[in-house]
């Protein structure tokens, strides 16, 4: 097995766990929109996710990074970004990125909502492209 297959599985592995991890905040966040959880505990639930989430995304991006496949690290880089940026942006007496009592004032909550169907598109179209990736590796090396 070539490093190239070693790479694209390790990165369908990442991507499921962060696709997962997105519908997990899709649903927490309509559970919170449904008035099935308190703000509190949406929060609380969502927040323990944050690092777990910036890390893994951050470590697939430097592994496409170090691998030289610019195309797939340039597709990768932006959602790395705005998840570091979202991070170091937390201000000082919020209890995390998502704030128990911020949550509900100006629409924040409809936003966060938005942002997560965008990355539960982007993490689609990235696991059938590392898929694709995947099985084109395994089959160039078995030829």
Sequence with gaps: MT?????F????????GLLFLTV?????????????LNAT?????????ILPELI????LTLLLLVSLHW???LLNAPLAA????????????NTGVYDPTEIHNRGQLKT????????????????FLYLYSMIYALIVVST
């Design 3 to 7: 490093s190239d297959a070693v790479l």
């Design 9 to 16: 599985i390790l990165a369908l592995l990442d991507c499921s």
């Design 24 to 36: 997990y905040f899709i649903i927490t966040l309509s559970d919170l929109e449904c008035d099935y």
């Design 41 to 49: 505990q949406c929060c609380s639930k969502l927040n323990k996710w």
């Design 56 to 59: 893994a995304h951050c470590t």
């Design 71 to 73: 195309v797939l690290f």
């Design 82 to 93: 705005w998840h570091i940026y979202r991070f170091s942006q937390i201000p000082s007496g």
């Design 112 to 127: 966060y909502m938005k942002e997560s169907m965008a990355k539960l598109g982007f993490h689609l179209l990235c696991f």
